[in-house]
């Protein structure tokens, strides 16, 4: 069964920095491009990234190119999201997400807020 | 980027009726195209990929058709379980984009 479970979701101030995780189980991690999502609370989806199987290539949203960095340890089974210069509008559930294109695999998420 | 428009934006509907959801690309994404279903508190669900492909275990009410820039959802005869929020998706190209979704209500 797979599973994404994602974690560092906290409090921050407006300006600061956070890393996000994601653990992956139940496939072979290195075989699958993975993607980041995020809601707002009571919004729409919104795409924020993707990353390719080796970690060399990354896309990002205009709305956080420059700001966000995605990457992989895939000797961990692991995602990571860095995110700097955080905005109050950064506030979001950040979903890990599994596949090239199409989602069928996605963690329960994990709530960033940007506040002073 | 490429924007994703879907109409309406809300909708209010009875058990039994046949809905319709569209959305409309800036430009054409071919059939690279995916609709999601989201329950509050939950992560979304795959329904539809490359436009009109019925992901394995959703039911046959469910339905995509299109490509291009112009794309539907069609749900035959909706049920109770099937009030909810839907989104589409385009991963034609970077940076992919999703609808601003569609909001499924019982009249």
């Known amino acids: 069964e797979v599973q994404l479970v994602e974690s560092g979701g906290v409090v921050v101030q407006p300006g600061g920095s956070l890393r996000l995780s994601c653990a992956a189980s139940?496939?072979?991690?290195?075989?699958?491009?993975m993607q980041w999502v995020r809601q707002a609370p009571g919004k729409g989806l919104e795409w924020v990234s993707l990353i390719s199987r080796d970690g060399g290539t990354a896309y990002y949203a205009d709305s956080v190119k420059g700001r966000f960095t995605v990457s992989r340890d895939n000797s961990k089974n692991s995602l990571y999201l860095q995110m700097n210069s955080l905005r109050t509008e950064d506030t979001a559930f950040y979903y890990c997400a599994k596949g090239p294109a199409a989602i069928l695999d996605w963690g329960q998420g994990t709530l960033v807020t940007v506040s002073s | 980027a490429i924007q994703l428009t879907q109409s309406p934006s809300s909708l209010s509907a009875s058990v039994g009726d046949r809905v319709t959801v569209t959305c409309r690309a800036s430009q054409g994404i071919s059939s690279a195209l995916a609709w999601y279903q989201q329950k509050p508190g939950k992560a979304p669900k795959l329904l539809i990929y490359?436009?009109?492909s019925l992901q394995s275990g959703v039911p046959s009410r469910f339905s995509g058709s299109g490509s291009g820039t112009d794309f539907t959802l069609t749900i035959s005869s909706l049920q109770p379980e099937d009030f909810a929020t839907y989104y589409c998706q385009q991963f034609n190209s970077y940076p992919y984009s999703f609808g601003q979704g569609t909001k499924l209500e019982i009249k």
């Open positions: 490359d436009a009109s």
């Open positions: 139940g496939f072979t991690f290195d075989d699958y491009t």
